[in-house]
């Protein structure tokens, strides 16, 4: 997979870009990542990227012109020619669908994403009318920009890319894979301030462990992300909580 990010801070990628299991999988040559400068894209002495408002308003909005120069730059780049279909171009923003496990996983089975970084008041509509395939939310807040949304995108991405994780089973395992929070889990030693590893874990029947664990992930849930929730699953939560 390739993955190129359209920003005006391109400096601040290096630390989440160069460390753990997203530098791990570019040195494998699982994925590769490019960080590109919006300004890079402009034509005036003062490289402007923004522009008052149309209608009047507050702060300022992105101008469409370097935008569409950065994509359409990549993606005849890496392809040959604009419009790629193998190419998606995603805009972080407030206002996109939520980023999910299952989107994640949908994304990494891309084979090259474009990520665009908002700021300011945002960015002009005609890039999402013309530019953006879609739009991604890490959640119903409001970020000083779209930098630290591309990172948290990238790194969900990057990990569910087959062979990134060093074992098969641990992105199975996690939570939201199965629209469960994930159980809690323990390591030695097997006292530790007086609070004991529950002793089904180390009991070595991986039956039992296996429904102790999807049972305490059914409370986790409903504790914590009732809106995670089946009917179904939701009624065999209750079921636990109660029994508990």
């Not at 992105?171 to 006292?191: C, I, K, M």
């Amino acid at each position: 997979m390739r993955i190129d990010i359209v920003t005006i801070f391109p400096e601040i990628f290096g630390p989440v870009l160069n460390h753990s299991i997203v530098k791990r999988a570019q040195e494998q040559g699982q994925v590769e990542i490019h960080v590109h400068n919006l300004r890079d894209y402009t034509h005036d002495k003062r490289r402007t990227v923004d522009d008052r408002p149309y209608g009047g308003g507050p702060g300022m909005v992105m101008r469409p012109e370097p935008l569409f120069e950065a994509v359409e730059a990549i993606e005849v780049a890496v392809h040959g020619h604009r419009s790629a279909p193998d190419c998606q171009v995603i805009l972080m923003s407030p206002g996109g669908a939520p980023l999910t496990q299952a989107v994640a996983g949908e994304m990494a089975g891309s084979s090259h994403l474009v990520i665009l970084c908002g700021h300011y008041e945002g960015v002009d509509d005609r890039v999402r009318q013309g530019l953006v395939t879609r739009e991604i939310s890490i959640g119903d807040y409001v970020l000083t920009g779209g930098e630290l949304p591309a990172m948290v995108l990238v790194d969900s991405v990057t990990r569910l890319i087959p062979g990134v994780l060093g074992h098969e089973e641990s992105a199975v395992d996690e939570s939201f894979s199965d629209g469960l929070l994930e159980y809690p889990q323990y390591t030695r030693p097997p006292v530790f301030r007086g609070l004991d590893v529950p002793d089904i874990l180390r009991s070595g029947n991986h039956e039992q462990i296996g429904t102790w664990r999807r049972l305490k992930a059914l409370a986790k849930t409903l504790a914590q992300r009732p809106d995670l929730l089946s009917d179904t699953t939701s009624s065999d939560a209750k079921r636990t909580r109660d029994q508990r």
